[in-house]
């Protein structure tokens, strides 16, 4: 049973409805995994055992029965701890929320429970989720699966361990700037970012909502392809017969290579060559719109999120870690005009990208420039804290400024990740080039 907890969902899925996974025995797998691992109270804010149990029970029964409600019915997720779970606290790994505990819960919570998904828990996270690097001093730092002192990525942080550690068969998780994807990158998983507005946000905790996106962090692209469709309660798309011969990828050189460090740049390089050998053309492009997006970030995203939490944080700021309150107060003198012109600037930079990029399959680029920072450092050098984490999220951030879809992907590099940026709303479309690129890596 223990070889369960490295088998992607879709695989575990399979295994339920061909009878040779019992959806009970699954989930019971993973509460005695949660139980024994040493870090588990470090990954998990609330492990949901009492329903984890209910809705398994409710899942061997439908295979049983024949009746079962999708491929993933009866595979056990984690949710990051900002999606509202009726009677359990979503605290949004925020002291500000300790005691928060809604009645209902989140619309992506309720879809995935009625696709047959089980809740294991609540998985830690940055305060708020205002971070790229998964440091929170103020609840849990989850471990890093590379290395065990590094930081391991943000803010969707807990999810990613989960995932990494064999304690979830898929992570659900948010991205407002990189949130998603760098925690994956830097755990070798795959994670999907969706387009600003697909997925419902309705019992999220928002951070900056004209960014704010529901994603999931899993094994395969596959994998991605079946969260997605459970999360928004839809068929998923059929990703079979995809290949890399003909494609047109390119990789982005404005800022994407601004200070990149050595391995991932060279993981970029030999996954980019990969991609070229298997047949696809790869081929370098300039987009200077994305430099002049780039500094519309603090009034766009520290100006809404401050604007959101404002009243909470004032009454209270000696709850939060310094430098997040710093981040949220970054937004505190963006003033209404500011804040709607950057917004009508960056819409018709938008509109540049989009007619630039329009004759590529995907945008590549790193996914992080660098590797997961020491946890210990991040903590008592403040100057290396906030060069690590604006690097972290830089490379990220392009997609969410361009309203992109993107995913993550391993190269075989641990902690490095290759990013494949598609259109908005085309995330179909990007999950089929996606896996066929996923085939070349492996």
């Given amino acids: 049973m223990d070889a369960w907890l490295g088998m992607s969902a879709a695989e575990l899925g399979r ?34 055992a009492k329903r984890a149990r209910a809705e ?10 024949g009746q079962r409600r999708g ?45 047959g998904l089980v ?33 391991p990525g943000g803010s969707s942080s807990g999810a990613a361990a989960s995932m990494a550690f064999g304690l979830a068969a898929a992570g659900i998780g948010s991205d407002t700037g990189g949130s998603v994807r760098i925690p994956a990158a830097w755990n070798d998983l795959v994670g999907l970012k969706t387009t600003s507005g697909r997925v419902s946000l309705k019992g999220v ?16 692209v596959e994998d ?10 839809k068929r998923a798309p059929d990703l079979r017969g995809g290949h890399l011969r003909g494609m047109r990828f390119g990789v982005l050189q404005t800022m994407a290579w601004d200070d990149m460090r050595a391995e991932p740049g060279a993981a970029f390089e030999a996954a980019a060559a990969r991609l070229s050998e298997a047949g696809a053309v790869v081929e370098p492009f300039d987009a200077p719109e994305v430099a002049e997006a780039m500094p519309l970030s603090p009034t766009l995203f520290s100006g809404e999120a401050y604007g959101t939490w404002r009243g909470v944080i ?53 996914t992080a420039p660098i590797l997961p920072p020491d946890a210990a450092r991040l903590q008592s050098d403040e100057a290396y804290y906030v060069t690590e984490n604006l690097l972290a999220l830089r490379n990220t951030r392009i997609g969410n400024l361009m309203g992109l879809s993107a ?36």
Avoid at 89 to 99: D, F, Y
């Fill in 224 to 233: 991605a392809a079946l969260l997605l469709a459970a999360l928004e309660g």
């Fill in 15 to 48: 295994g339920i409805g061909a009878g040779e996974i019992d959806a009970a025995a699954l989930t019971e797998t993973y509460l005695a995994a949660m139980a024994e691992h040493p870090d588990t109270a470090r990954i998990y804010s609330a492990v949901t």
């Fill in 119 to 151: 809740c294991l828990g609540k998985t830690h996270m940055s305060e708020l989720a205002f971070s790229g690097l998964g440091l929170n001093p103020m609840t849990a730092t989850p471990p890093c699966v590379n290395d065990a002192g590094a930081v």
């Fill in 314 to 366: 004032e009454a209270a700021p000696e709850k939060m870690y310094p430098p997040i309150l710093e981040r949220f107060r970054g937004g505190q003198d963006v003033g209404a005009a500011d804040f709607v012109a950057a917004w009508q600037k960056l819409e018709a930079l938008r509109a540049v990208w989009h007619a630039r990029v329009a004759r590529y399959d995907a945008v590549l680029m790193p």
């Fill in 205 to 220: 905790v928002p951070l900056a909502a004209r960014f704010d996106t529901v994603g999931p962090l899993c094994r395969t």
């Fill in 71 to 115: 491929v993933l019915d009866g595979v056990p997720v984690s949710w990051k701890d900002l999606f509202d779970s009726a009677d359990v606290e979503t605290a949004a790994g925020s002291r500000l929320l300790a005691g928060r505990v809604p009645a209902r819960d989140a619309e992506v919570l309720h879809a995935a429970t009625a696709a």
């Fill in 407 to 442: 995913v993550s992907l391993p190269t075989g590099v641990p902690s490095c990740g290759i990013m494949l940026c598609g259109a908005p709303m085309g995330e179909e479309r990007l999950l089929r080039v996606a896996i066929a690129a996923e085939g070349a890596l492996q």
């Fill in 56 to 65: 398994a029970g409710a899942a061997a029964e439908r295979a049983k029965l």
